[in-house]
């Protein structure tokens, strides 16, 4: 089960990387400035509402065809990507791999937390989270290889169509979403529903700061920082192995010691490390990206077992794609709010500035109940 929800976790996040990486690349050839990437990201980021149907879909039907039919479908727009001929319809092709992309992702993250022990869904959320590592590493190793020629790394989507043959024929479905398939539909109430306004809360702000951070990383190395390809890369690349350890630590740490004060401790490290990455020069950059991505990268799979115990089997999908959502419009707001800073004070302080949100975001997890190994509701 962790090797198939791995792999589709693996691709579809090699895939969601390309973007940031090729972005310096990707703005020379379409002559794009950058009100024009902020619009780029911000239509990219809104994929995520995209993904609510195919979230819905996991619940009713098994999570299994959602994860095969969306690694299909990311992939099918990875290779049309390559041969996108505008920045425009790049964007256009980018949203509909960001569906799936997302779709994939939350819907492989709910079944490895739901199938492992009880004592160990931290570790299965930290494997979740390690494979999407993985899979930015390898475009991050890829990518100085091939610079500036962007477009060869969205043809490994052609990787893509096997592999979802693969895990439709070989990935067990999840018991837990089993065993609810004859029981009503879930009524919209209850303490579950305030669980979930919070989290879509979370992930809205912090999105506010995490996705021009993402956006924009790149292309703040080379055209603030004149950072070559190989540079950003090393420093993108160091922060993976960073954090492919912290992956682990987190997810052990929080099957020991819970998850609400670790997740929204590390959640403010996190935010943090995001703003000082463009507070201004090299060592800061090499420092907040370190920072951000080990203290980010242990938080992820604490908040992402914890979101698994707080909702229910019958929307646990669902829920996790409209956090995604949330996250996306807090991105767009965050996009746009630096890209109209950029111009009285440099890109930035405009995204550091953007932290503020991040910090709060994570705050507000504190409003959130202690939940390590409870029993899965229905």
């Known amino acids: 089960m962790l090797v198939w929800c791995g792999l589709a976790t693996l691709l579809s996040a090699l895939d969601g990387s390309v973007l940031f990486l090729a972005l310096p690349a990707i703005s020379a050839e379409f002559h794009a400035r950058v009100p024009s990437l902020a619009n780029l990201g911000s239509v990219v980021a809104l994929g995520a509402l995209g993904a609510l149907p195919l979230g819905m879909l996991g ?18 727009a990875d290779i049309a990507s390559s041969l996108a001929p505008s920045l425009a319809a790049l964007a256009a092709l980018r949203v509909t791999a960001v569906i799936f992309e997302t779709a994939v992702a939350q819907s492989a993250l709910v079944l490895a937390v739901e199938e492992m022990p009880a004592r160990h869904r931290g570790l299965g959320a930290a494997a979740m ?8 590493g390898m475009a991050t190793i890829a990518y100085p290889i091939v ?7 969205y043809l490994a989507g052609v990787l893509a169509l096997p592999v979802s043959v693969l895990v439709w024929l070989r990935l067990p479905e999840s018991a837990a979403w089993q065993e609810t398939r004859t029981l009503p539909r879930l009524a919209w109430r209850g303490p579950w529903v305030r669980r979930l306004v919070i989290l879509l809360v979370s992930a809205l702000l912090t999105a506010v700061l995490y996705e021009p951070a993402s956006i924009f990383l790149a292309y703040y190395g080379s055209a603030t920082l004149r950072l070559t390809p190989l540079v950003i890369s090393a420093v993108i690349l160091a922060a993976s192995v960073v954090g492919g350890l912290a992956y682990f630590g987190g997810g052990w740490l929080t099957d020991i010691v819970g998850r609400r004060l670790l997740g929204a401790g590390l959640a403010v490290l996190a935010a943090v490390g995001g703003a000082v990455t463009f507070a201004g020069g090299l060592p800061l950059f090499w420092a907040g990206t370190l920072g951000a991505s080990a203290a980010g990268s242990a938080a992820s799979p604490v908040i992402g077992a914890w979101m698994v115990e707080l909702l229910p089997t019958r929307v646990r999908v669902t829920a996790e794609t409209l956090d995604v959502a949330a996250g996306a419009l807090g991105g767009v707001a965050g ?3 630096a890209a109209a800073l950029s111009g009285r004070l440099g890109l930035g302080p405009a995204i550091a500035l953007t932290g503020a949100f991040a910090v709060l975001g994570a705050v507000v997890l504190l409003l959130l109940p202690e939940t390590r190994g409870a029993p899965l509701e229905a």
Not at 129 to 136: F, R
Request: net charge positive.
């Open 59 to 76: 619940d009713r039907r098994g999570r299994k065809l959602v994860i095969a039919t969306g690694t299909a479908g990311f992939g099918i």
């Open 129 to 136: 989270t390690l494979a999407a590592g993985v899979g930015a």
């Open 147 to 153: 610079a500036p020629h962007w477009r060869l790394l």
């Open 335 to 337: 996009l746009q709010l």
